[in-house]
């Protein structure tokens, strides 16, 4: 079945009652547009970012972590460009698709208004009744939409606007103003990246789609610092590792495809973007993105902290601002995706059915369940169980209700393999082992399970 075609609540339903996902803050009604990971989420939620660190950490030498704060000095924002940005008011020209400043168009075609006391209702009106051409284009205008993309707080007891800071809107900030510590630290050379894993928050003006747009969010976020001349060829590098490590998840390739940015789409600090797109049952939506953001946050940051960022060549003993590129993922996107993509509603012989996630071993949440045929036997089953997470493989055990319908549950929670103890166990020492794809089932000794579920 393509991800078109599968219902959307239905698969919201099954991950609320299985445990995936709840809506936060339930019981008081919740709070719009929040989710909570429940025991089944927040494990395929962990495994995820251990596949990720794995990739794109471990396995790439010249790749560091770092975890930094979510709270950053308000400079930081400064210098992002998040505080220019992110907080006017802005209306699209929809015949050229750009998006201005409402109070900048104003300000500059009609200097006499004074537009301090004017709503952005008022703008709007305004701009729709006087301005039919600008930036050399007839205009069609859309609404203003006032973006207050980043959270503001305070820091300290005394509640003043000198004090106030923002939840960071995305974990690259964070890394860029630690490039030099972890270059010195490091002793990298270039190209080398730097990458963490963290939560961010915006306040988005259309949050929706479940968990695909949400105001809080977690991101996998990786910059590679490089040479300019070789910065296309890392960017092209990223783009393939990223849609290879979408395909090593288990994501199908036919719900995926690439989309790169045109030129006038290009964000302001941007030299080429490509998006990959994954195709939920909304329709195709950005799952991820690599960007080659050149030199613009090294040399931002040294513009308003004034320090210096330069890297100094070993070879030509020249100093150079590195250009960057940036694979940047978002956790619970991704994880919306993984779950769309393995949901299957199957139809079995006997006009039976089954929900299954066929999710990839290594994030299925539980690899194993252990399922005692009656519970006398629930002694020899918790042996099993012991053995198996003390040998690092994650299992669950369950001992109530048909054997038929546990095995229909694990199913449904995306677990790979099943265990049935039965009283043959007690003379054979031989187990039944169940695999959640083929349904197929084998008789093998107790002593070789570890190596059948390697
Ligand atoms: P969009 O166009 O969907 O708003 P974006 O281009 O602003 O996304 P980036 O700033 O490139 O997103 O962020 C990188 C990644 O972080 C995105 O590809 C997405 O996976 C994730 N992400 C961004 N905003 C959100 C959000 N509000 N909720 C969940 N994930 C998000």
Redesign the pocket.
């Given at each position: 079945m393509m991800n078109k075609e599968k219902n959307i609540q239905e698969i919201i339903n099954h991950l609320k009652s299985a445990g995936f996902v709840f809506q936060g803050s339930e019981i008081y009604g919740g709070l719009a547009n929040t989710w909570d990971y429940g025991p089944l989420g927040s494990l395929l939620a962990k495994n995820l970012k251990d596949f990720w660190w794995k990739e794109f950490i471990i396995k790439e030498p010249n790749n560091f972590a770092v975890d930094t704060k979510i709270l950053m000095n308000p400079k930081v924002w400064e210098a992002s460009g998040h505080v220019a940005n992110f907080s006017d008011p802005l209306i699209e020209n929809k015949l050229n698709n750009k998006r201005y400043r409402a109070d900048h168009i104003v300000e500059q075609l009609f200097p006499e208004i004074d537009i301090k006391n004017m709503s952005n209702l008022d703008l709007e009106n305004f701009i729709k009744e006087n301005v039919k051409e600008y930036d050399n284009s007839k205009t069609d205008w859309s609404s203003i939409r006032q973006f207050h993309l980043m959270f503001e707080t305070q820091q300290g007891v005394v509640v003043d606007k000198k004090d106030l800071i923002y939840l960071r809107p995305?974990t690259a900030q964070g890394i860029f103003v630690n490039f030099k510590n972890v270059q010195r630290a490091t002793r990298a050379k270039l190209p080398f990246g730097v990458g963490q894993i963290g939560k961010?928050f915006?306040n988005?003006v259309t949050?929706g789609n479940f968990?695909?747009?949400?105001?809080e969010?977690e991101?996998m976020?990786l910059e590679i610092f490089s040479y300019p001349e070789q910065s296309f060829d890392i960017y092209k590098k990223y783009l393939e590792k990223v849609w290879n490590f979408l395909l090593k998840l288990g994501i199908k390739e036919k719900s995926i495809r690439l989309r790169e940015h045109q030129k006038e789409e290009l964000a302001h600090y941007s030299q080429a973007t490509s998006?990959i797109e994954f195709l939920f049952p909304f329709g195709w939506?950005?799952?991820?993105?690599v960007?080659h953001r050149g030199d613009f946050d090294l040399k931002s940051h040294m513009l308003h902290s004034k320090e210096n960022l330069e890297y100094l060549d070993p070879e030509t003993n020249k100093k150079i601002i590195p250009h960057v590129i940036e694979p940047?993922?978002?956790m619970?996107?991704?994880l919306l995706a993984l779950i769309v993509d393995s949901y299957e509603n199957e139809k079995l012989e006997n006009d039976d059915t089954r929900i299954v996630l066929k999710l990839n071993k290594e994030l299925a949440p539980y690899k194993v369940a252990i399922l005692p045929l009656v519970k006398k036997l629930s002694k020899n089953a918790d042996d099993i169980f012991q053995f198996l997470v003390n040998n690092n493989i994650s299992a669950t055990y369950d001992e109530t209700g048909s054997i038929g319908k546990r095995y229909r549950r694990q199913d449904s929670f995306g677990t790979f393999y099943c265990i049935t103890v039965d009283y043959e166990t007690l003379n054979d020492n031989k187990i039944t082992i169940r695999n959640r794809d083929t349904m197929k089932q084998e008789r093998i000794d107790i002593d070789q399970i570890l190596n059948y579920i390697k």
């Open positions: 995305e961010s915006r988005e949050p968990i695909f747009r949400t105001r969010f991101q976020e998006d939506g950005e799952l991820l993105g960007a940047s993922i978002g619970d996107r991704l």
